[in-house]
């Protein structure tokens, strides 16, 4: 539904079109992203590199099936977001010189990517990757909006997307390891942390980025440069979001240490 949704509003409206091109106008070569490193790290090669892995690893920890989910996340994602752009068309109703974007492929797969190792990764390792991916995914979705290849709408899409499939494959697909084998970390001091964190990121993009949305309609001329930073960060907002309802709803988190008698 979130989809369709942001589509119709962001995409098939005037209003929705020239408020999203309001921060494409701060749109500049010199911003803080001058390397787009990040962006070109995430190809077929990679991705594909990055299914094998995640198998091998899940097939190492016997847990084959689990390696299988996680690359049905990463490919359906990917060829999700493929679909949604050839089908979801942009008509140019507001006078936009940007074409078609809708949603971003960049962000869906550094979501997605993140949402398939966490499933393939012992619990101990999980607040770290999951620090660090969430860090990647709004690194990624804020150098797709610096650059102008986005809109808001794009990365929240993207966002769904991935969330769409990591919430299917998690609900129908194998079991993710929690605790049934006795993995070695029961502490619950890295997973309060992690939620933390995310919380205290998102909030303060959230507020950051009202502030600027604020500042770049107060004049009778749109502060452009504001406009930008206020889209930068409701993607970001919107990529932390969806780690966080992943990480406190999916239980991918540490859980208590199993009995050792009670191990199979």
């Known amino acids: ?128 990757i999951t620090i660090v991916g969430a860090a990647y995914a709004v690194f990624v979705a804020n150098q797709t909006v610096v650059y102008g290849w986005h809109r808001v709408s794009d990365i929240v899409g993207a966002s769904a997307i991935a969330l769409f499939w990591t919430g299917l494959v998690r609900a129908a697909g194998p079991r993710v390891d929690r605790g049934e084998r006795g993995d070695r970390d029961g502490r619950r001091g890295p997973r309060r942390l992690v939620g933390i964190v995310l919380l205290v990121a998102l909030g303060l993009a959230l507020a950051v980025g009202v502030a600027a949305l604020a500042v770049g309609f107060s004049g009778t001329a749109h502060d452009h440069a504001a406009l930008l930073l206020a889209g930068r960060l409701a993607s970001s907002a919107s990529i932390l979001a969806v780690v966080a309802t992943v990480w406190f709803a999916d239980g991918m988190h540490p859980a208590p240490r199993a009995d050792a008698a009670a191990r199979p």
């Open 1 to 128: 539904m979130i989809v369709p949704l942001v589509y119709a509003v962001a995409v098939l409206t005037p209003l929705g079109q020239r408020a999203e091109d309001a921060a494409l106008g701060g749109v500049s070569e010199s911003d803080l992203f001058g390397s787009d490193t990040a962006l070109n790290v995430i190809s077929v090669p990679v991705i594909l590199l990055l299914v094998v892995v995640m198998v091998a690893v899940a097939f190492a920890r016997r847990r084959l099936a689990v390696g299988l989910g996680a690359g049905v996340v990463v490919l359906a994602s990917a060829a999700t977001s493929t679909l949604v752009k050839h089908i979801a068309v942009r008509p140019e109703i507001a006078q936009s010189t940007t074409p078609n974007s809708f949603p971003s492929g960049h962000a869906t797969i550094a979501l997605a990517a993140l949402f398939g190792v966490l499933m393939v990764t012992p619990r101990r390792w999980r607040p770290l």
